[in-house]
């Protein structure tokens, strides 16, 4: 049970260290970076794992 709660947990630090990153990227780069397109690339594929984590936990009865 422990496993899922700390992978979200995880999976959620790095949302939030891309999207710094992100920041970082927009005011040294400008809006055309590459950098921040692939920060927002990685931010929405992790947006994915984590909902998908989510549900699966609720789905499986280890969160809720």
């Not at 921040?36 to 594929?45: C, F, M, N, Y």
């Amino acid at each position: 049970i422990m496993w899922l709660q700390l992978l979200i947990a995880a999976v959620f630090i790095a949302m939030v260290a891309s999207l710094a990153m992100g920041a970082g990227f927009l005011l040294r780069d400008g809006a055309s970076s590459r950098r921040l397109l692939v920060s927002l690339k990685w931010r929405i594929g992790l947006a994915c794992v984590l909902m998908a984590l989510i549900i699966f936990g609720f789905w499986s009865g280890q969160l809720g």
